[in-house]
């Protein structure tokens, strides 16, 4: 997939993120997608690690059952001819007491055709898990 090609892919996808449309995003990836949200042991993941969509959604479902996306915008992609990567700005509040937590976030993309086979998910894990503490997740 090309850099331009994968720029609209991920626009779509931050967009449906965005707008809490796991149908239409979880419809981006393959069926055996690898997954990872990269945290520390003392900081550990909501989302996590794993193999398959169905997994990913659970997962997916959990963390939006606690927050509410109220921006995901794409900053920027870049290629190096095998991995897509990018950023992201974020703003997400907490459905329980409105606490909201802001920053950004990178991303490694791999596909297979023109659907998302590997997603990676790095971001300050101290600060997000901070913010859950705070809301008592």
């Known amino acids: 997939m090309s850099p331009s090609e994968a720029?609209?892919?991920?626009?779509?996808?931050?967009?449906?993120w965005r707008a809490g449309d796991l149908p239409r995003l979880?419809?981006?990836?393959?069926d055996d997608v690898v997954f990872s949200v990269h945290a520390r042991p003392h900081a550990p993941s909501m989302v996590g690690h794993g193999l398959g969509k169905a997994l990913f959604a659970r997962r997916l479902e959990a963390l939006?059952?606690?927050v509410e996306v109220l921006a995901f915008d794409l900053q920027g992609v870049?290629?190096?001819?095998?991995?897509h990567y990018s950023r992201v700005r974020y703003r997400y509040r907490h459905?329980?007491?409105?606490?909201?937590?802001e920053?950004?976030?990178?991303?490694?993309?791999g596909f297979v055709g023109d659907k998302i086979a590997h997603?990676?998910?790095?971001?300050?894990?101290?600060?997000?898990?901070?913010f859950l503490d705070m809301t008592g997740a």
């Open 7 to 16: 720029r609209l892919v991920l626009s779509y996808a931050c967009a449906l």
């Open 26 to 30: 979880l419809a981006l990836f393959v």
């Open 64 to 66: 939006l059952d606690q």
């Open 78 to 83: 870049w290629s190096d001819g095998l991995w």
């Open 95 to 101: 459905h329980a007491n409105g606490h909201v937590i």
């Open 103 to 109: 920053g950004s976030m990178r991303h490694k993309w």
């Open 119 to 130: 997603f990676e998910l790095f971001h300050d894990a101290d600060r997000m898990r901070a």
